[in-house]
């Protein structure tokens, strides 16, 4: 009579790597990852749903970063690709490239690279050349 549907919302955690927690090789992960330790490899969400990476001040990240979403506060070493939106939280230190469709940056956050919107990134250049006389 009265269904409930499930949804997973894009704001939920579904898994935690704790402080003081080290991880030595690449994390695929579904749904929502807040991390408050180290990751010493690639950060990957995968599915048909969309993932949520939260890297709070004291997590860290030695490695390229792809996801949905990302809140981000601690430290990345290494190239992000996020597919929709990105906030950087003070005090935020990523060194590497970012490629975002949405980004957000606070006082205080800081990157090392380059910013590439990715709409950009799938543009084509043009170019056409006068004729010479």
């Known amino acids: ?8 919302t894009a704001n939920r955690i579904d898994t935690l790597i704790g ?5 030595e090789g690449d994390v695929v992960f579904s749904g929502g ?5 180290e990751i010493r490899g690639n950060v990957r969400g995968s599915g048909a749903e969309p993932s949520m990476l939260v ?4 997590g860290r990240i030695e490695g390229s970063v792809q996801v949905s979403h ?15 939106s990105l ?6 230190r990523i060194t590497g490239n970012v490629s975002y469709d949405k980004l957000e940056i606070h006082h ?3 990157v090392l690279g380059h910013l590439e919107h990715a709409a ?3 543009r084509t250049v043009e170019l056409k050349l006068a004729k010479s006389n």
């Open 1 to 8: 009579m009265f269904t409930r549907k499930s949804r997973k």
């Open 19 to 23: 402080a003081g927690t080290r991880i």
């Open 33 to 37: 990852l807040r991390i408050d330790g």
């Open 55 to 58: 890297l709070s001040e004291q």
């Open 70 to 84: 990302a809140v981000i506060s601690g430290t990345v070493l290494g190239p992000i690709t996020v597919e929709s």
């Open 87 to 92: 906030e950087l939280h003070a005090p935020a």
């Open 108 to 110: 205080g956050a800081v």
């Open 120 to 122: 950009s990134a799938t």
